[in-house]
């Protein structure tokens, strides 16, 4: 639930994992149904919606659009897939777009407790990604195509830790494709809120977008009250 798919002069940036197979690699098909393999925030390393066989669900995450805040033009929505933890956690995402062509991510997860997050975003398959700034609390990624180069800038209140992993693609049925795919782990009592800017391809972010991802993450961890 809450996965975003970002399109940029016509090519993928980030992108959804696909379907693989359905029958004769169950671990290939766990894997490619999973929260893991989205662009979406895992908790404590679960699903949000519990698999159970092919094509079953053992419990499901139900989710929901929420009214845009103060009106603004923006996509936000929450699920509760992660309320059967025994410290419950209820993530709620809002994306919008910047003046100069940016995507804009805040997520915002409510609950109690110590918690691992995290924060996954899956790229092309035909992506060239590397992190050029990798401190505890803002993560800067750069993703090189044939339209060009996109920034990712990830920034949160909470110091976590980014790393490069290995995913995979489908572009179709029954084929596979190695990926890169950005974790940012955060271990930390909650609630935690986080603010990614994306700058695309023929977008120019610069520097006022990456102070604007800083200041979000600060603003609503300033702001933040417990439940």
């Not at 933890?85 to 100069?100: M, N, T």
């Not at 505890?136 to 490069?164: D, K, M, N, S």
């Not at 610069?206 to 991802?213: A, E």
Request: hydrophobic residues 35%; negative net charge.
């Amino acid at each position: 639930a809450l996965s975003v798919v970002i399109f940029s002069a016509g090519r993928d940036l980030l992108v959804d994992a696909g379907t693989y197979v359905y029958n004769g690699a169950p671990e290939s098909r766990g894997y490619f149904r999973s929260s893991h393999a989205h662009n979406t925030v895992v908790v404590d390393e679960c699903d949000q919606s519990e698999q159970a066989g092919t094509f079953q669900w053992r419990s499901r995450a139900v989710a929901r659009v929420l009214p845009s805040p103060n009106g603004e033009e923006s996509v936000c929505g929450e699920h509760s897939g992660y309320g059967r933890l025994g410290s419950p956690v209820s993530h709620r995402r809002r994306v919008s777009f910047g003046e100069d062509g940016s995507c804009v991510i805040v997520d915002e997860l409510s609950g109690t407790g110590v918690h691992t997050f995290d924060f996954l975003f899956h790229f092309s398959p035909y992506a060239d990604v590397h992190l050029t700034s990798d401190s505890p609390l803002r993560v800067e990624a750069t993703v090189t195509t044939q339209q060009g180069e996109a920034l990712l800038v990830f920034c949160t209140a909470a110091p976590g830790e980014a790393e490069l992993i290995e995913g995979w693609v489908s572009p179709r049925y029954g084929k596979r494709e190695p990926a890169k795919t950005l974790r940012v782990r955060v271990k930390t009592l909650a609630p935690l809120f986080a603010s990614t800017v994306i700058g695309t391809f023929a977008g120019e972010m610069g520097q006022k977008g990456v102070d604007r991802c800083a200041e979000s993450a600060e603003l609503l961890s300033s702001t933040a009250t417990a439940p």
